[in-house]
């Protein structure tokens, strides 16, 4: 019998009370946010990120009128705070402002005022700034009827101070392209340096000319041309964010609006790769732009061809049906997709899309799949990598790989529905790209996956349970009441989802003292009925974040087979095994303070996830006291064994593996408990486990029968694993 082991313990209403005192304290130090929520939004650090805390963006002039605009926000973390709204709307007149609350995976859209699109060649006020407490990712849409247009935001963080124009080209004297931009919160000076012919305060410059404007802060300045403006050079004392479009494209079919902010300059990459859309019928644009002097090869299937393009120039190529485009370059390049639109019976209207260079290929994206449409997620993997990508924590299959001639990489899409949604696409180790496109009825959109590079977590955060309790403290921090419950649950899914997105190696004493912290208080006081559903409630979520913290911290250290700790409030023991190619009849024994737990291989095997598979042990030092005898239903005894004078007589223990999600086990789990009190020979011995169902937390007896007992200890075996008990009594037999 192999030997490994695990523990915990605690204690409760101050739990509850501790922890929105004492713990909120101690956040001070052991919940500072993930990563990328640490460092502050410093300006114009050029890297391509699309996750954030403070965007800012406008929504330009567009053919027609009753339009609907919003923003769709994407959380990432849990109970994250968001606030939109309009500088100086209206000239002071008004002001628009929303808050809302987002949790990990979800996607909230927001509705601006109709008033905020900017009508012709002005300066404006009505800047929309969304900002977070945690990182999100924005994406901003604009719906005239039939007619979205999306584009991904860029935080603050990533906005530059030098971006080319790319305007698409038109044949309707009713289109006419434009560009927006806008500063934050500091004054400004933009030069525009003009190329073709563009109108500004009822003059019109021409090629060569250039113009000077000075921004407030939150102000931004629409642009409109006479005919197409790509290779118009914007600098900026300060970073700006840039949009371009056109006012009504006319092409194919109907006359559309399309927008895309643009990327900085020093942000631009060397190496592209085009997927073909999944409706493609028609010969698509791409627009690739150079900063100075710059060598192109731009590949179409076999085909590849070589363009000097010089600083300004804007080179323009054709992207056909089912053939991938690749493209590369000795320095950086725009690269801006443009999809004109199908005829009928495959209608679909033009858009712009930002093509995400190869260095910037990321492991986890989110995305948004947009009500009413055939969503697909277009992605390029390198070859060997695909059977890795997983989709929504589930493995990506019935996708078809097709070479992209002259590279490395493959092309494959996946269709995600018709209902608006967000998504997961991640790769454990290998970047990849993702872009968002979908199709309907004279409708189309497009653009790049959100890319998660500072939100990687390494673990499963979230259990049916824990994501009820979220749901339920989402609308009560939306009402704005105060709640000591939802308190501790926002510190403890902070503390579980600080130590999963960190990227390095968690030790179990990381995982035993902020969670102890909680358990360490005096005997939680007797309280109502109410007050027992939020102390269950409470204790169901820290059971389950312990066991994941674990698991995490074990896989997290592959050089370290066995790790332990014990404090105070808990002991933990975790034990790494290797998955076994065949049948094992291995047994292995974890042990947490005087407790044991002994785990068949076949268990560990079933659960692997990964080139190791984690078990965890924990034995709780208190907890015992606080979800005692009060938390018993005796309908959850055997009717022919009920108990009288009963009580727990056992620390709490939990056993967990893989990725801490439930399992139906082929061989059973034993523990061994040891005795609070001597067992006295005519008593009784149960063992029990926690459940908790419908918001009500309780000891039951199913699953779970004594193989031994004496007056020390007592062996259970069980047919699942939670965190057990043992409950001692008089027979009523």
């Not at 409760?12 to 922890?19: P, R, S």
């Not at 000097?308 to 950086?332: D, E, F, H, M, Y």
């Not at 939680?524 to 409470?538: D, F």
């Amino acid at each position: 019998m192999g030997r490994r082991g695990f523990a915990f313990s605690p204690n409760f209403k101050q739990v509850l009370f501790i922890f929105s005192q004492v713990f909120f304290l101690l956040g001070l130090f052991w919940f500072l946010p993930p990563a990328s929520a640490q460092r502050t939004n410093t300006i114009g650090t050029c890297q391509t990120e699309t996750l954030g805390r403070e965007f800012i963006t406008s929504y330009m002039d567009e053919c027609g009128n009753s339009n609907q605009f919003e923003v769709q926000i994407t959380g990432y973390f849990a109970f994250t705070s968001v606030s939109v709204s309009i500088s100086n709307y209206l000239f002071g007149v008004a002001r628009f402002e929303k808050k809302i609350m987002v949790n990990r995976g979800e996607m909230v859209p927001v509705r601006l005022p109709e008033s905020v699109g900017i009508k012709g060649t002005t300066k404006f006020y009505n800047v929309v700034l969304v900002k977070a407490d945690k990182d999100i990712s924005v994406v901003s849409v604009s719906n005239k009827h039939v007619s979205p247009e999306t584009t991904v935001l860029y935080p603050v963080s990533s906005l530059g101070n030098e971006h080319y124009i790319v305007t698409p080209s038109a044949q309707s004297l009713d289109s006419y392209p434009e560009f927006s931009v806008m500063t934050y919160e500091d004054r400004n000076s933009v030069k525009i340096h003009v190329k073709g012919m563009l109108r500004y305060e009822k003059n019109v410059y021409s090629s060569g000319n250039k113009l000077e404007i000075k921004l407030r802060a939150f102000q931004g300045y629409q642009f409109q041309g006479i005919g197409d403006l790509s290779g118009t050079r914007i600098v900026s004392e300060k970073p700006v964010a840039v949009l371009v479009g056109q006012v009504c494209f006319c092409n194919n079919i109907k006359c559309n609006h399309v927008f895309e902010q643009l990327l900085p300059v020093c942000s631009w990459g060397t190496t592209y790769i085009i997927p073909p859309l999944p409706w493609q019928i028609v010969d698509e644009m791409v627009y690739i732009t150079a900063s100075q002097s710059t060598t192109v090869l731009y590949q179409l299937g076999e085909q590849p061809e070589t363009v000097t393009l010089a600083g300004g120039s804007v080179l323009q190529r054709p992207v056909k049906p089912w053939i991938p485009v690749s493209i590369s370059a000795n320095v950086g390049i725009q690269v801006v997709f443009y999809s004109v639109g199908a005829a009928v019976p495959n209608s679909s209207h033009a858009f712009l899309m930002n093509v995400p260079d190869v260095a910037s290929y990321c492991r986890m994206y989110s995305i948004n799949a947009q009500e009413g449409f055939e969503n697909f997620a277009l992605m390029v993997a390198s070859t060997s990598e695909t059977g890795a990508i997983i989709l929504d924590n589930q493995p990506l299959r019935d996708v078809v790989w097709n070479r992209v001639p002259g590279t490395e990489f493959v092309w494959g899409m996946r269709p995600l529905g018709p209902a608006i949604s967000s998504h997961a696409v991640e790769h454990p180790s290998s970047p990849f790209a993702l872009l968002s496109v979908g199709t309907a009825a004279m409708d189309s959109y497009g653009i790049p996956g959100s890319c998660r590079k500072n939100v990687t977590f390494k673990c499963q955060t979230e259990t049916l349970q824990m994501k009820e309790q979220l749901e339920l403290c989402k609308d009560v921090f939306l009402q704005g009441s105060n709640s000591e419950f939802c308190s501790f649950v926002n510190s403890a899914f902070v503390n579980l989802e600080t130590m999963c997105a960190e990227d390095r190696a968690v030790s179990l004493q990381e995982v035993a003292r902020p969670f102890g912290s909680f358990l360490n208080s005096s005997t939680l006081s007797a309280g109502g009925k109410e007050s027992e559903g939020e102390v269950a409630s409470a204790v169901t979520f820290l059971l389950q974040s312990v066991e994941l913290a674990a698991l995490m911290a074990a896989l997290r250290s592959p050089e370290n087979m066995t790790q332990t700790v014990t404090t105070e409030s808990m002991a933990i023991e975790t034990f790494l095994v290797v998955p076994a190619a065949g049948p094992c009849d291995e047994v292995f024994r974890l042990r947490a303070q005087n407790e044991t737990m002994d785990i068949h291989c076949d268990t560990l095997t079933r659960a692997a996830t990964e080139d190791f598979v984690a078990v965890a042990f924990i034995s709780y030092s208190t907890l015992d006291s606080i979800i005692n005898k009060r938390f018993l239903n005796e309908g959850n005894l055997t009717a022919d064994e009920k108990l009288r004078n009963f009580h727990l007589n056992s620390r709490v223990v939990s056993g967990a593996v893989g990725d801490g999600r439930p399992m139906n086990l082929l061989k059973p789990v034993n523990f061994t408990l040891r005795h609070r009190q001597t067992k006295k020979e005519e008593e009784e011995t149960r063992c029990i486990h926690w459940k908790f169902i419908a918001g009500k937390g309780t000891w039951a007896e199913d699953g779970c029968t004594v193989l031994h007992t004496n007056s020390t200890h007592t062996i259970c075996s069980c047919d699942h694993l939670s965190s057990f008990a043992l409950l001692m009594g008089l027979s009523l037999k």
